[in-house]
């Protein structure tokens, strides 16, 4: 096994383990002042964090390592490990078993490991660029799509901004129903993103989404075979925040509503 990946493993799987914890002993919600909420909430963050940036400097000292959830920035040239805590914090928080820990390791600014664990399912989800998809140790696949199969299930993430948005939202959620699909609003984008590159849903719609997120799935995305565009089929979707995934098929039958849907807008 790849020796970074074995450390990124290992130092996601302590920081599983602490977050578990918090999750079966803390009830969070019942922090009623909203400063110490917060305030609750960044610690857990900071101290799982910690853990795992401790790990990763035992064996790589020289690496930035960097908290995507605070404001802080190392830059090297060399490797970076860009870590995210904790991705569905709702969830989290109302005690939902749908949340994650990701970690994404670059060389010289170029994504080559994406590791994201749910620690309650002990789920671990890993990409090597060039060397594919892995789920608990086997290979994953983007699910193919085929018309004639049931059960297709498209997961959403919706952040209202504007209203031009909202109106393509529940537009294209409208005919998606008709058609008889599923569809997913989780809480938690990074995991539906594994979930997608393992084959567990059909596509993935993001409305509003953030690069910070899209990055920690988009390794584990390509490398299962499916692809990422903007709701017209380009490659704009890191600038638009809006995009689709997964496999050709399904992509080209979602494109065939949203560029509609677009045209109607404007």
Known sequence: MNPILNIAIRAIRVGG???SQYYDSKNIECVTEKS????????IRE???LSISSIIHQSYP??????????????????QWLVNPLNGTINFIKKIPHFCLSILIKEKNRICISVIYDPIKNDLF?????????????????CEYKDHVQNKIIAIYFKKK?????YLYTSLTQ??????????QTGCSILDLAYLSSGKINAYIGFNEKFVR????????????????????GHNYIKNNMLLVGQANILKFILKKTRILNQKII
Do not use: W
Request: with cysteine.
């Open 62 to 79: 020289k690496h930035s390592i960097i908290n995507t959830c605070s404001k802080k920035k190392i830059i090297d040239d060399n490797y």
């Open 175 to 184: 005919q998606l129903l008709q058609e008889k699909i599923s569809l997913r």
């Open 126 to 142: 890993t990409a090597i660029n060039g060397q594919g998809a892995q789920l608990n140790g086997f290979r994953a696949r983007c």
């Open 47 to 49: 101290k799982v964090f």
């Open 214 to 233: 899209i990055a920690f799935g988009e390794l584990q995305i390509r490398e299962s075979g499916a692809l990422i565009t903007d709701f017209l089929g």
């Open 36 to 43: 110490k909420f917060l305030h609750c909430i960044y610690k």
């Open 17 to 19: 383990k602490i977050i």
């Open 162 to 166: 504007n209203i031009k948005n909202t």
